[in-house]
C-alpha cells in the first residue's frame, strides 16, 4: 500500500474525533489542535511527507490574491446570514462578557480553523492531489461537511462548497494558509455581524 493512501485511511477516523468527545470551549480548542494538526504532522513526518507536500508552507502570490477577491466577495453572504434565525441565534458559539473576553474566544476560534484547515486543506488534500486533483478535493470535502452535521441546516450544503472553493483556492496557492485566513477572519466577520444584529445596532430586513 502507498504511503498517500495509507495517509489517508489514518487520517479519516480522525475528522470524527473532536465531535465525538465532549469538552468545554477550550477543552474542544485542546482536543481539535492534537487531533487535526499534531498527530497528522507527526504521521506526516513518520512517512516521510515533506512540510510542503501537505500544505504547510507559505502561500504564492496566487494564493494570497484569490483569498482577498474571496473575503471581500464572502461580505455580502455574511450579511445575508445574520438575516436567517437559526445562524443568527447559533452564533457566535461562545459566551463572553465584553470586547477582551469576546477577542480571546475568537483567538480560540482562530486556532480550531487553523487546525481545520491545515488537516481537511493540507494533510487530507495535498497529498491525493498530486495524484488526482479532483479525487482529492471531493475526499477531503465529504468528511469535512459531514462534521458539520448538528449546526443551522443551510451550513451542510454551504460547508460542501465552501470545501471545495478552498481546497482549489489551496492547490493554487500551495499553502493551506488562504482558506484559514478566509476561514477565520470570515468567521470572525459574520460573528461581529450578529453580536451587532442582536444588539439592535445592526437592523437588516429578517425573514
Not at 110 to 136: S, T
Not at 143 to 152: C, D, E, F, Q
Amino acid at each position: 500500500m502507498n504511503r498517500v493512501l495509507l495517509f489517508y485511511i489514518f487520517l479519516l477516523p480522525l475528522s470524527f474525533v473532536p465531535w465525538l468527545i465532549p469538552a468545554s470551549f477550550w477543552g474542544h480548542v485542546l482536543i481539535v489542535l492534537v487531533s487535526y494538526l499534531l498527530v497528522p504532522l507527526i504521521l506526516s513526518l513518520t512517512l516521510g511527507f515533506r512540510p510542503n507536500e501537505v500544505g504547510l508552507k507559505l502561500p504564492n502570490r496566487v494564493g494570497i490574491k484569490l483569498f482577498l477577491v474571496l473575503f471581500v466577495l464572502s461580505a455580502p453572504l455574511s450579511f445575508y446570514g445574520t438575516m436567517i434565525p437559526s445562524m443568527r441565534n447559533y452564533y457566535p458559539v461562545f459566551s463572553y462578557s465584553g470586547p477582551l473576553t469576546f477577542l480571546l474566544y475568537e483567538l480560540g476560534i482562530g486556532m480550531i480553523m487553523l487546525a481545520h484547515e491545515a488537516f481537511y486543506r493540507g494533510f487530507l488534500l495535498f497529498p491525493l492531489a498530486r495524484r488526482n486533483k479532483w479525487l482529492a478535493i471531493i475526499l477531503q470535502d465529504i468528511p469535512y461537511t459531514l462534521v458539520h452535521i448538528g449546526k443551522p441546516g443551510v451550513e451542510i450544503p454551504y460547508a460542501f462548497i465552501a470545501g471545495v472553493i478552498f481546497a482549489k483556492m489551496d492547490l493554487k496557492g500551495e499553502s493551506f494558509l488562504p482558506s484559514f485566513l478566509l476561514h477565520w477572519l470570515g468567521s470572525a466577520f459574520f460573528d461581529i455581524l450578529c453580536v451587532l444584529s442582536k444588539s439592535g445596532l445592526l437592523r437588516l430586513a429578517v425573514p
